[in-house]
C-alpha cells in the first residue's frame, strides 16, 4: 500500500521539480536562455555585501537552478579588497551544496555553467599570465573546467600589445582544456571581428556587453555581427543598475555611487520609464521584468542580478510570458529617444 501511495505521487512531485527555462545556442554550447550575474556577491562598495548575506543568497541560487539556470556569470575581479574572488568561492561552494541536497526524485539537471571573465591588469602582460589566471580561478571555484573563459575588457585603446598576449593566452587556456569556450566583455563590433580572426579554430562563444533600454542606442549594432559570426551577445546590466526597476526619481536616489548618476539619467529618461510602467501595467508584470523580457526578445542572454529570494522569483517569471510586437516596438521607439542614455562603460570598444 505504501509503494502504490508513492507510486501515484511520483509524477505529480516530478513535475513540479522540472525545469521550466530553456536553453539557446552559444558557439558550440547550449546555455540556459537567461543567467544570473554575480557581480554583487562579495562587492561592498556598491551593493553593501556582507557575509551574512550567503544564506540568503544560496537561497536564490537553489531557486533559479531548480528552474533550469545553468549559466552564471562571474568574474575574479568580483568582490572588494580582502573579499576579492568571493563570487568564485561561492558559485564552487553553492553548487556543491546544491547538489548535495538535491533529492531522488529530481529530474536530470543540466550542469552548471560558469563563465569567469579575466581582468586585463596591467601586470598580466603575457599569456601565462592569462592561463595562471584561469586556473585560479578554477581553484577558488574547485572545479577542473570553465565553460567559458572570457576577457573582461579590451586594452586596444591603453595597451594594444597587451592584448595581443592575452588573446594569445585565450587560446591557451582553451587548448589546455581549461575552458569548453571563450567569450569577451565589452568588446564592440570592430574589435570583435579583430579577436574572431586573431582566434581562428577556437570557439568564441559570447560577447557581453552593456544591453538595456538605456543602452540600446548603442548596444543594438551588436545583433547583427554576432548572429553573422554564431556569438550570443550577453545583456549585463539589464536594469540599468536598477534604475529600469522604476522605484527610483528625483526624491527617492539610490545610495552613493549611484545617486549621481541617476540624477543625471532620470530627467531624460521619464518617457522611457513611463512607457515601462504602461506595459508592465498591462501585462500584470513589474517594468523590471518586462525590461528584462525586452532584452530576451532581442535574442540576447540577461544576465540579472539575484540577490534575494524574491529576486530570483521575479527573474524565473521573466521567462514564462513574450512580449507582443507592439508593445517591442514601442520600448526600441522610447529607447532611442532617450537624449542622456546610460554612460558607456569606460572600457567598451568600437
Excluded at 589566471?133 to 585603446?157: F, K, M, P, V, Y
Excluded at 592575452?166 to 566583455?185: F, N, P, T
Excluded at 529600469?244 to 543625471?264: A, W
Excluded at 534575494?308 to 510570458?321: K, L
Aim: glycine letters at 6%; charged letters at 20%; a neutral charge.
Amino acid at each position: 500500500m505504501v509503494l502504490l501511495l508513492c507510486l501515484c505521487v511520483l509524477p505529480t512531485a516530478v513535475a513540479i521539480l522540472q525545469p521550466s527555462i530553456g536553453t539557446v545556442s552559444a558557439g558550440p554550447l547550449q546555455i540556459s536562455s537567461i543567467g544570473c550575474g554575480t557581480w554583487s556577491w562579495g562587492n561592498r562598495f556598491l551593493w553593501g555585501y556582507n557575509p551574512d548575506q550567503d544564506e540568503e543568497l544560496y537561497q536564490s541560487y537553489k531557486i533559479v537552478r531548480d528552474a533550469g539556470v545553468s549559466l552564471f556569470d562571474t568574474a575574479d575581479s568580483y568582490g572588494t579588497l580582502d573579499l576579492n574572488g568571493r563570487s568564485e568561492i561561492l558559485l564552487g561552494e553553492f553548487e556543491r551544496r546544491y547538489l548535495n541536497q538535491r533529492g531522488w526524485l529530481a529530474p536530470p539537471l543540466r550542469p552548471q555553467q560558469v563563465a569567469t571573465k579575466l581582468a586585463p591588469y596591467p601586470w598580466r602582460i603575457t599569456s601565462q599570465s592569462f592561463v595562471n589566471a584561469a586556473e585560479a580561478s578554477l581553484g577558488r571555484l574547485q572545479q577542473d573546467r570553465l565553460a567559458i573563459c572570457q576577457l573582461h575588457w579590451s586594452t586596444a585603446n591603453y595597451q594594444p600589445l597587451q592584448e595581443r598576449a592575452l588573446w594569445d593566452g585565450l587560446r591557451r587556456i582553451y587548448e589546455k582544456d581549461l575552458c569548453q569556450a571563450v567569450g569577451v566583455s565589452n568588446y564592440g563590433p570592430r574589435q570583435l571581428q579583430k579577436i574572431v580572426n586573431a582566434l581562428e579554430g577556437v570557439p568564441l562563444a559570447t560577447a557581453q556587453i552593456q544591453y538595456s533600454l538605456l543602452t540600446y542606442q548603442t548596444a543594438r549594432y551588436m545583433n547583427e555581427i554576432c548572429d553573422e559570426l554564431g556569438i550570443r551577445v550577453i545583456a549585463y546590466s539589464p536594469l540599468c543598475l536598477g534604475l529600469l526597476t522604476c522605484r527610483y526619481n528625483l526624491d527617492n536616489l539610490p545610495p552613493f555611487p549611484r545617486q549621481q548618476l541617476f540624477r543625471e539619467l532620470l530627467p531624460s529618461a521619464q518617457g522611457l520609464l513611463g512607457t515601462l510602467k504602461a506595459v508592465a501595467d498591462e501585462y500584470n508584470k513589474t517594468p523590471a521584468q518586462i525590461a528584462i523580457n525586452w532584452a530576451l526578445c532581442k535574442g540576447t542572454v540577461p544576465i540579472p542580478g539575484c540577490r534575494t529570494v524574491s529576486q530570483a522569483r521575479s527573474t524565473i517569471e521573466t521567462t514564462q510570458f513574450r512580449l507582443k510586437q507592439d508593445a517591442m516596438e514601442e520600448l526600441d521607439r522610447m529607447a532611442l529617444s532617450v537624449k542622456k542614455p546610460m554612460v558607456q562603460n569606460v572600457f567598451q570598444t568600437n
